[in-house]
């Protein structure tokens, strides 16, 4: 009963240092997407993905990149680290087409802390 | 194009009196909507849903189309109700993707 993973939860990086945020899901989502909050503030799309193989930009991509090679993983990677990316990571995933009880929810991660220095 | 808007960014409110956080949508067609919470340093999770109609833990939110909005409304405020509160959209058919409003701080004062 997994639901989606997030690893880590907590990471403190140095400016130019590089990274990978890691998102597992076991729900057989086909979309998955990935959002930074920072302090204070709301949700800001980064990226997201509706299947494996395609990925699109969301509202805040520079500065990162995902892949999507699995249905079940999307990872995140931050390249040449920098301040402004200091945030709150969640990684989130729904069912496209699922009616009925459930709908189309989204379940989130419980965070990746980043903190850059 | 889809957008969801929630025009206030904090709200405060007394113990004992009503909610209402505002939500107003854009979508061409018959989109699904959502409310989201996050509890201090917790993750997001689904209040509620239109299609559902149903209330949890005393909030409720009726869809209006004509007016494209989505407010999500309590008769009475608790202290526990303070959290980030998140509007969401879903379209239907090929675009099921999940979008957010940028997000109400509800803080319940004592």
């Known amino acids: 009963n997994a639901g989606v993973t997030q690893t880590p939860k907590f990471r403190i990086l140095k400016i130019g240092q590089s990274m990978t945020l890691q998102c597992a899901q076991d729900?057989?989502?086909?979309?998955m997407y990935w959002y930074r909050q920072d302090p204070g503030m709301g949700l800001k799309l980064i990226y997201y993905?509706?299947?494996?193989?395609?990925?699109d930009k969301g509202e805040v991509p520079n500065g990162y990149n995902v892949s999507r090679s699995t249905t079940e993983d999307f990872p995140l990677r931050l390249e040449l680290a920098a301040p402004s990316q200091t945030s709150v990571y969640f990684c989130a995933s729904s069912y496209s087409g699922a009616r009925g009880s459930s709908g189309n929810t989204i379940y989130f991660g419980e965070g990746s802390w980043l903190t850059v220095v | 194009a889809q957008r969801v808007t929630q025009p206030e960014k904090l709200l405060s409110v007394f113990k004992g009196a009503p909610v209402e956080l505002k939500c107003n949508y854009s979508?061409?067609?018959?989109?699904?909507l959502f409310w989201y919470v996050q509890y201090s340093r917790q993750r997001l999770q689904l209040l509620l849903r239109?299609?559902s109609r149903e209330s949890i833990k005393g909030f409720t939110a009726d869809l209006n189309k004509g007016e494209t909005s989505f407010h999500l409304k309590k008769p009475f405020a608790q202290e526990e109700d303070s959290a980030m509160y998140y509007c969401a959209l879903s379209g239907r058919g090929g675009d099921d993707k999940i979008i957010f409003g940028k997000g109400t701080r509800l803080h319940i004062l004592p």
């Open positions: 979508y061409s067609g018959s989109p699904e």
């Open positions: 993905s509706v299947g494996a193989g395609i990925t």
């Open positions: 239109h299609i």
């Open positions: 729900m057989n989502h086909n979309y």
